[in-house]
């Protein structure tokens, strides 16, 4: 069964920092694994989306890493911004129809 | 291109009503999956569905709990006799092909169930 988790589960940062979220998975043999982003009573929306064959990929100031091996994936945000305040889920593919979550990391910049 | 749609956004019952959730999938999709986020817990996979037809539904309680995906209208999430355990926010997505496994699904804002 596959397990994802994300630590930490909260973070704070002032306006500026760059910063680092982690996701870890028990079981390697992915598809693919994907970055969302969650503001409160909203819907989900996606970030980036690394396939298996990839080591990362790159949208503006977000970089997320894979390494399959090590069943582990980072999201990287460089010079954060108070817009960047949310909640940040990392789910991956192992085939099959669905997504597995982890439970997410809740971002605060403070301006 | 108007994304995922559910409705309602909120949705109040008391223990033993029914709760029908509706989601429309963006046009042109024709695979819909749902997902359950119970509080301070991840998303959970519930059910996944084609049109008239349900794929995979190993996420879903085995009881009180049922989905359908018609040929035309929304797909609907269905739970009946709803207890206090059933509150959670649930999520719809669509994707225009289940085989290309390269592919996102897009997700809607969710509906959230309280029960009082």
């Known amino acids: 069964k596959q397990e994802v988790t994300q630590i930490p589960a909260a973070l704070s940062v002032p306006e500026g920092e760059n910063l680092v979220l982690n996701c870890s998975f028990t079981?390697?043999?992915?598809?693919?694994l994907q970055w969302f982003r969650q503001d409160p009573g909203k819907g989900l929306t996606s970030l980036l989306l690394?396939?298996?064959?990839?080591r990362e990929q790159t949208s503006g100031r977000l970089n997320a890493s894979l390494d399959k091996s090590s069943g582990r994936s980072t999201l990287y945000i460089a010079a954060s911004q108070p817009g960047d305040s949310a909640t940040y889920l990392c789910?991956?593919?192992?085939?099959?129809?669905?997504?597995?979550f982890g439970t997410g990391t809740s971002l605060t910049v403070i301006p | 291109n108007a994304g995922v749609m559910q409705n309602p956004r909120h949705l109040v019952r008391r223990r033993g009503q029914e709760a029908r959730l509706r989601c429309s999938p963006m046009?042109?999709?024709?695979?819909v999956y749902w997902y359950r986020q119970l509080p301070e817990e991840g998303l959970k996979f519930m059910v996944y569905?084609?049109?008239?037809?349900?794929?995979?539904e190993s996420g879903m309680p085995k009881e009180r709990f049922s989905a359908e995906f018609p040929k035309e209208g929304p797909s609907i999430l269905r739970i009946q006799q709803v207890v206090r355990g059933d509150s959670a926010a649930y999520f719809c997505?669509?994707?225009?092909?289940?085989?290309?496994?390269?592919?996102?699904?897009?997700f809607g804002p969710g509906t959230r169930l309280l029960v009082l």
């Open positions: 789910a991956v593919r192992r085939g099959g129809n669905q997504f597995y």
């Open positions: 079981d390697s043999a992915i598809y693919n």
């Open positions: 046009k042109g999709h024709s695979h």
């Open positions: 569905l084609q049109k008239e037809n349900i794929i995979d």
């Open positions: 997505a669509s994707s225009p092909s289940q085989a290309i496994f390269q592919e996102t699904q897009y």
């Open positions: 690394i396939q298996s064959s990839q």
